[in-house]
């Protein structure tokens, strides 16, 4: 293969968003040889049309309905022809010298499975962007009342990675999905997205793998890219997709006895915490009303109608795994 890179990126519901990436990925700001494949998720705002007419040299493969984060993925892997592919969020700008860095990282060293850039707002704060492998005692703390009294905080901590320094290039357990960059011949190896995971932790998974197969997953800061962020789903369907993989990821990647135990405390956890947010996010929702204050009392009321909806619906589904 003589191109460098294959850029592929999963668009749902963000064609300004799309608009700015691709716009950033002009083959001429960098100094290797790219193509880029968009696969639509069935956005149904126009994506086609913007992308077909502004980007014409852009491969574009749109979906009848929305396959999930993973399963696209897998369909720009099969169109791609780089050496090494790099999964990109719609949500981003890819800022100068940013692609050159992370195919060099992974062409000077072929112990390296997957490499991420330095991820920063639209206000230039740097993103925590790496993170240790989940664990059962770290999500206990993450999405149960446990953290409201500081159990298990030196767990959630470890796998957030609160001390990592982002200005330094390093081995890490996990990188964020929104750029992750990984070789062809990695992928041959470990197998790409498993698209059990419809959105949310298939980076993990991928990422795990990768390191189970002993390669190295790379923080690289010399290469930055700007990422938006949350801008495709709603909450509440964010809410249960997340759960959802997480629960999957578990399942996966634990041994029988922490399922048993670990995945139904992890489960009652979250439903005691999502009870607590229908009372306390419906009080706040009315008191606010009642002082005329709509938008926050708005907020508050769809909280507390995502709550309920866990509680009541998608509680069973996630724990069975439906």
């Excluded at 100094?31 to 852009?58: H, K, Q, Y």
Aim: aromatic share 8%; net charge positive; charged share 25%.
């Amino acid at each position: 293969m003589n191109l460098d890179l294959s850029i592929v990126i999963v668009s749902y519901k963000c064609r300004d968003e799309l608009a700015d990436c691709l716009a950033s990925l002009a083959p001429e700001r960098f100094g290797v040889s790219l193509d880029v494949t968009v696969i639509d998720n069935a956005s149904g705002d126009g994506t086609a049309e913007m992308v077909r007419d502004r980007f014409p040299a852009v491969r574009f493969i749109a979906n009848d309905v929305n396959r999930g984060f993973a399963a696209a993925n897998n369909q720009g892997i099969a169109e791609a022809a780089g050496r090494h592919l790099l999964f990109l969020n719609p949500d981003t700008v890819v800022r100068d010298g940013a692609l050159e860095a992370l195919v060099q990282a992974l062409e000077e060293d072929e112990s390296i499975g997957a490499c991420g850039p330095q991820l920063v707002g639209p206000d230039g704060r740097i993103q925590a962007s790496v993170r240790a492998l989940p664990t059962f005692a770290a999500l206990l703390h993450q999405y149960t009342p446990l953290r409201l009294l500081g159990v298990l905080r030196g767990a959630y901590r470890r796998y957030r990675v609160r001390d990592f320094d982002y200005t330094r290039a390093a081995d890490v357990d996990a990188l964020m999905g929104a750029a992750l960059c990984v070789p062809r011949r990695v992928l041959d190896q470990v197998g790409r997205f498993d698209e059990r995971f419809f959105v949310y932790f298939e980076e993990v998974d991928l990422c795990r793998r990768i390191r189970d197969a002993g390669y190295r997953n790379c923080f690289v800061p010399e290469a930055t890219v700007t990422h938006v962020g949350g801008v495709s789903a709603s909450r509440g369907a964010a809410s249960l997709y997340l759960c959802r993989s997480m629960f999957r990821y578990l399942r996966k990647h634990n041994r029988a006895l922490k399922r048993w135990t670990g995945l139904p405390a992890l489960w009652l956890g979250m439903m005691v915490r999502e009870a607590f947010q229908v009372l306390a996010a419906g009080v706040s929702a009315v008191c606010l009303a009642l002082a005329g204050q709509r938008d926050r009392a708005g907020r508050r009321a769809r909280r507390a109608r995502s709550a309920a909806a866990f509680l009541f619906c998608n509680a069973w589904r996630v724990l069975l795994g439906v």
